[in-house]
Nanobody
Framework: QVQLVESGGGLVQPGGSLRLSCASS????????MAWFRQAPGKEREGVSC????????YYSDSVKGRFTISGDNAKTTVYLQMNNLKPEDSAVYYC????????????????????WGQGTQVTVSS
């Protein structure tokens, strides 16, 4: 059974940084796309960032562009989300997801595009 396990969440002050990790039980290159989503209480799950494992193309939501960076490791088993200049509105449960479909501008942020999900890690930005 394929597993994705997130880690790295926690409590951080506004303006601080965190790095989330998503460890896969399979090579991330076995998937076309790896992504991060987040869900705050009472809100819908939203796409944060996605990386294509085929060509390295990266996608970001407007709300995190310039502050967050998605990357993968050389062993191709872990995907990271570096989050800088965090804001209270970034507080949410962050989920890692994997898809056997290629990512496109109009599809990467859709939850239904992804078949495999992690259990989530909580990020709280507060002073």
């Amino acid at each position: 059974q394929v597993q994705l396990v997130e880690s790295g969440g926690g409590l951080v002050q506004p303006g601080g940084s965190l790095r989330l990790s998503c460890a896969s039980s399979r090579f991330t290159s076995d998937y076309y796309s790896m992504a991060w989503f987040r869900q705050a209480p009472g809100k819908e799950r939203e796409g944060v960032s996605c990386i294509s494992t085929r060509d390295g193309m990266k996608y970001y939501s407007d709300s995190v562009k310039g502050r967050f960076t998605i990357s993968g490791d050389n062993a191709k088993t872990t995907v990271y989300l570096q989050m800088n200049n965090l804001k209270p509105e970034d507080s949410a449960v962050y989920y890692c997801a994997a898809s056997n479909l290629p990512a496109y501008d109009n599809t990467w942020s859709l939850s239904v595009w992804y078949e495999v999900w992690g259990q989530g890690t909580q990020v709280t930005v507060s002073s």
